[in-house]
Nanobody, 128 residues
């Protein structure tokens, strides 16, 4: 199995940017699709974005509004979430997630319900 560790969270002002990192440790040859979720205090955890193993297919939630970009570098076993034009509503704990499935483009829409592994989360706070 893979172990996921997030980093890169912090405090930024409205309109600022952050880049989140998810480091994956796995000695097997599994091909993991990866994604990000977020959860604000008192609210449900919601899907943010996902990417398949090759990085050629991505899938974003509607509220991302084109502001977020997910990417990965398999040579570094790292997945990224670039967040631009941040708003106070983006304040949440952001979680990295993995599924041992190499999705096609259409199949990637199933990632939110196929998650098998979770990271501990990293706090993102956007001030006004």
């Amino acid at each position: 199995q893979v172990q996921l560790v997030e980093s890169g969270g912090g405090l930024v002002q409205t309109g600022g940017s952050l880049r989140l990192y998810c480091g994956a440790t796995d000695r097997s040859n599994a091909m993991y699709s990866m994604g990000w979720f977020r959860q604000a205090p008192g609210k449900e955890r919601t899907f943010v974005a996902a990417i398949n193993w090759s990085g050629l297919s991505t899938y974003y939630s509607d509220f991302s509004k084109g502001r977020f970009t997910i990417s990965r570098d398999n040579t570094k076993n790292t997945v990224y979430l670039q967040m631009d034009s941040l708003e106070p509503e983006d304040t949440a704990v952001y979680y990295c997630a993995a599924a041992a499935i190499d999705y096609s483009y259409s199949g990637l829409r199933n990632f939110p319900s196929d998650v098998q592994l979770w990271g501990q989360g990293t706090q993102v706070t956007v001030s006004s």
